[in-house]
Every structure is written in structure tokens, then in C-alpha cells.
């Protein structure tokens, strides 16, 4: 995997709260690319528990964890539609080129994205391989009819996904920096579970 000297990921997140996957999955990123830029953003495909304010609050928190000088939230990338975040991603970095960052069990939504085609024009699809959600070649395959070029990232990350955490609020599976706001405001029900 060869990555351009101005390219940026860009990983949006429903952040639905970040897990200790996220937290991997940033890591690793800030290892192979020059810029890494996160938001929370609303997912059309999926039902939120808590508001997006409180879910941005929450990967703040997670970005400051890291703290590492290539990682940025950038909150105004927010949409629910990805060509939309790719068009203020060229307003801000004109120069850039872009690596859409995805976890494997979302490869099979892209080609059903809003203007599909020309997301996959304009960015590389970078798939985070996430135990537990093998990729099939039919799916790259049905990217890469679209035109998608596509980097299947050198990682895998952890199997620690926010719906198993919705499902059964516990401490372990996120950042113990979250912890404290998601006590504090009974997020998820969390409070309750102790």
C-alpha cells in the first residue's frame, strides 16, 4: 500500500460512543498516513442513541486521549452524506488527495451511497479489516465497477464495536477517558449498569 505525501484520511464516525476499536483504529492510522482527520457524524442507515453533540464530546475526548500531532477532529466535515464531507474536504485541503476510511462491515454500503460514483472518482476507499467481518471479493468487486480504488489497510481492529456496547453498557469495551462523562450524564444507561 503506497500512500501519497499529501494524502489525508478521513474516517467519520457515528462515534455511537467511540469504542476502544475507534481508539485502535486512530492509532494505526497516524502510523501510515501524513494527516488523519475524524468527525461524528450521523449515519442515514443507522438509528443513534444519544444526540450527535454528545457523540462529538465524546471523540473529542477520545482525540485528546491519543493526542498524537497527525489526528484532528474536524467537526464541520459532519454530514450524512458523504459527498457532501468530500466537498468540504476539498474547500479546506485543495491540494490534498483523500483515503475514505471505512471499517470492513460497511464495505457492502458504498456502492449504494448517494452519488457513488463520484465519491469513488474522487477518493480511495481505505477498509479497516474489523475481526469478526470478513470482506468478500464480490463486495470489492462491486466497489470497484464504481471506478473505486481501493487500499485494504495493513491492521485489524479489535472486535470492540459500539452496537455491542448499546446492547450492554460496559466499562471495558471504550476508552476509561469516556467513562466519567458517560457516568456523570447516565449515557447509554451506563450508570444504571453499575
Excluded: C
Amino acid at each position: 500500500m503506497k500512500i501519497k505525501i499529501n494524502s489525508i484520511a478521513l474516517f467519520g464516525t457515528s462515534a455511537d460512543p467511540p469504542t476502544l476499536g475507534h481508539e485502535a483504529l486512530l492509532r494505526e492510522l497516524t502510523k501510515i498516513f501524513p494527516k488523519v482527520i475524524t468527525w461524528a457524524s450521523d449515519n442515514p442507515d443507522k438509528k443513534h442513541q444519544i444526540p450527535l453533540l454528545k457523540r462529538t464530546q465524546l471523540l473529542k475526548i477520545l482525540v485528546k486521549k491519543i493526542s498524537h500531532p497527525k489526528l484532528e477532529l474536524v467537526q464541520e466535515l459532519s454530514s450524512p452524506r458523504t459527498i457532501h464531507t468530500l466537498k468540504k474536504a476539498f474547500q479546506l485541503w485543495p491540494e490534498a488527495s483523500f483515503s475514505f476510511v471505512i471499517g470492513s462491515d460497511l464495505a457492502v454500503q458504498v456502492p449504494k451511497w448517494l452519488n457513488a460514483k463520484s465519491i469513488l472518482n474522487k477518493a480511495t476507499i481505505a477498509i479497516a479489516m474489523r475481526d469478526g467481518w470478513p470482506i468478500s471479493e464480490k463486495q470489492l468487486e462491486a466497489i470497484k465497477k464504481l471506478g473505486g480504488e481501493i487500499d485494504l489497510l495493513p491492521f485489524n481492529t479489535p472486535e470492540s464495536s459500539s452496537s455491542k456496547f448499546r446492547e450492554s453498557p460496559q466499562e471495558v469495551l471504550v476508552p476509561k477517558e469516556l467513562v466519567p462523562l458517560l457516568l456523570q450524564e447516565n449515557l447509554y444507561g451506563l450508570a444504571d449498569n453499575r
